[in-house]
């Protein structure tokens, strides 16, 4: 953090406020205080202070009120919950853009951090409507059978963690580091304690004062500790979940806290990491990923003035492409690398978040020179071409003629700041240099080669989170090398840290624990809300229908159906017309169905049997309810598996029982998943499935 001295007279910000245990608090006589300045002029912005903090009181609030607040909901309800509060924080997003420019962050970098942020809630609110049940235990994988008949079983589901998510954030994305992480934890219905960054928690302070203001978020939910929180960790245990961002040292020294080594404090780490960017031994000077690739490590150079922890750090070339690649580079920073007033429409690189970190950016760089590189631009020389006033610094491209330096691939200048490495042409010494980096969040690989991008997935696979392949068909579509989308896995291996904060659900599932339970089909309804083979059911057949003795579950609407409604049908034989005419109709007439001697020669099949998809067919004639009702369209099939062949004067019937009902949280109707069985006249299985139908809430439909 920058601690220029104020004069003497200057009024003095309030100290940051942080928020916990439900009401915010500033400490009443603070002994230590950091004082947070403006990026660009040197102003003082905050002063901040946590002296006197109650951070026990504050995870203990999280573990009760907010454990207990949030369990009243559901993953629907609180998916939800997330877009109404990025739809409020769209509608306020300038008061955010307004005071991130003191950060040094351009209008444009605003849409790295606080869109991004924002987008971020989006996405975990309908992936979470989308892929995740309407509960609170997550169903992981599939159900294994662990008797031969079928009543002991065995599965694994997710519960949530029963104690405070604490996100420790790095100062360069104060909204986005905060909601990318905020969002899966409340979507699991975990707590959070958030602690940004003091350079720039300010702007974290500002948004979470948007989130509470707009009412939405159940109490204890979120907590802020603006400032340092040295013995955050003294308070947790095995019930709790850090997720750290930033340094690698910062995050060693937290992984060897005695509280995670011994009391079981769950810890995942996003740290810092040397990028590659690596162009493929087929692009040449005048192909289209030549300019796309350059193109891309000017943006990850100088968008956030080159901090973030995605970042190209290494730029690995073939070497006789080398010079090509530096003069291009140097030529699109000349035309794209304005630095300057982050409020300055024309300027493309603002100010270092702070004054500490641009000199710790020129220590950086002056160790690689000291290792031997050559400053092909920028560098310390050019100092004096920046404005002197706030933290700049200028954009900078270094060389190295040896690209196995041990300094390229240790030291990260966490600023506009990038190496350019020559390597042989061979794939496997480009990946050999980028293994060097010792496992990273993110590469690169330029090529219009699949067979070359084969190879490099194989290669750098392993000390990678992710990585981006680009060419010529998606360099204009590519959400770009340094943009992690919540959809996809953030994070990587090694120095990376090991987290995987993103990746849809996944992220979800990072504040819950897997469990595997074994039990009988009824048990495990009853754990999962989800009907299991086997377990008691409501079973109502034609016959019952049709005397009015029992009500088939397709007429009953999400008010009176429940799972474990089932229906069987009657038999119904195949005759050989049967097949013939459907192979007739379709034009399918694989030999199976239709010639006698090689159906009979094949190893699967006794003689000529009935297609799946006729059974399939058959199935929904034999279940439906054909009257207008609840069920309100079938969208699909799931998990289809033909398993004993049907041959001609087989029957076949279908059992279909409701198995998952979902209600949706914004519409009148829901998902219901029927297992469907069918079985033959000896009651062997033929083939099994689920059925996905949407179904009213009310029938008859109530009008709005
Ligand atoms: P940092 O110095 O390691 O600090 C990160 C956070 O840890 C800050 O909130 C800091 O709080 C806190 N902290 C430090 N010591 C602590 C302790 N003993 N107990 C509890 N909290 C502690 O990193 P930074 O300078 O903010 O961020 C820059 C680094 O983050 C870069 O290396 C960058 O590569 C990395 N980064 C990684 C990712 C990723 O996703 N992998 C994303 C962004 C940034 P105070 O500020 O109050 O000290």
Redesign the pocket.
Known sequence: ?STQNQAIDTPQPQILPSFVKGAWWRPEDPQRVADVCNATTGELVARVSTDGIDTAGAVEYARTVGQASLGQLRIHDRALILKQLAQYLGEHKEELYEISYATGATAKDHLIDIDGGIGTLFTFSSKGRRELPNANVIVDGAVEQLSRDGSFLGEHIYTRLPGVAVQ??????PVW?MLEKFAPAFIAGVPTIV?????TGYVTEACVRLMLDSGLLPEGSLQLIS????D??DHLDARDHVA???????AR??RAHSHVQEKGVRFTA????LNAAIMAPDVTEDSPEFEAFVKSVVLEITAKAGQ??TAVRRVIVPQEIKPAVVAALKERVAQRGVVGDPRDPATTVGPLASEDQASEVLRSVRTLIDAGATVELGGPEELSSVPQDGAFFPVTLLSFDDARTPAVHEV?A?GPVTSVLGYSGDVADAVEIAALGGGS?VATVCTHSPELAAQFASGIGAHHGRVLFLDRDDAKTSTGHGSPVPHLV??GPGR??GGE?LGGVRAVKHYMQRTAVQGSPDLLTGITGQWHWGATANTVTREDVENGTGEHPFRKSLETLRIGDQFVSDLRTVKLDDILEFADKTGDTFYAHTDEEAATANPFFPRRVAHGYLLVSWAAGLFVEPAPGPVLANYGLENLRFITPVTYDDAIRVTLTAKKITPRVTDEYGEVAWDARLTNQKDEIVATYDVLTLVAKQWPVREA
């Open positions: 953090m420790i954030n790095a100062f360069n994305f580091g602690k940004p960054a003091t350079p400032g340092s929180a040295r955050l960790l750290f961002t930033g340094s690698a040292a910062t020294s937290l996003e740290t810092d990491s973030k922890c990260e966490f969040l953030h994070g990376a840290g904060e």
